[in-house]
Nanobody, 118 residues
């Protein structure tokens, strides 16, 4: 059973940078794919960035393309989301997720709140 814990959220001013982290409990990430999702108030959860076990990254969500970057450490125990030039519309709860096989993401963190002030 993989447990994921996000951290790094908080209040940030528009245009500043913020890095979210996701830590995997032992064993390390054993994954087919990992991803960051977010859910803004009154909206559905949306995919924003992902990375496969081979290191490839599917297209980012258009809303964050060119501003956010997903990465992992070498031993796949940590996943990060570097947020550059955040906007007020990036305010949301951010979740990390992973899955060991194809299909839906099966492991989820509890989420970390990001609030961007204009």
């Amino acid at each position: 059973q993989v447990q994921l814990v996000e951290s790094g959220g908080g209040l940030v001013q528009a245009g500043d940078s913020l890095r979210l982290s996701c830590a995997a409990s032992s064993p390390p990430f054993s994954f087919y794919a990992m991803a960051w999702f977010r859910q803004a108030p009154g909206k559905e959860r949306e995919f924003i960035a992902g990375v496969t076990g081979t290191g490839s990254t599917p297209p980012y969500a258009d809303s964050v393309k060119g501003r956010f970057t997903i990465s992992t450490n070498k031993i796949k125990t940590m996943m990060y989301l570097q947020m550059r030039s955040p906007k007020a519309e990036d305010t949301a709860v951010y979740y990390c997720a992973s899955k060991a096989t194809k299909g839906p993401f099966t492991y989820w963190g509890q989420g970390t709140q990001v609030a961007v002030s204009a």
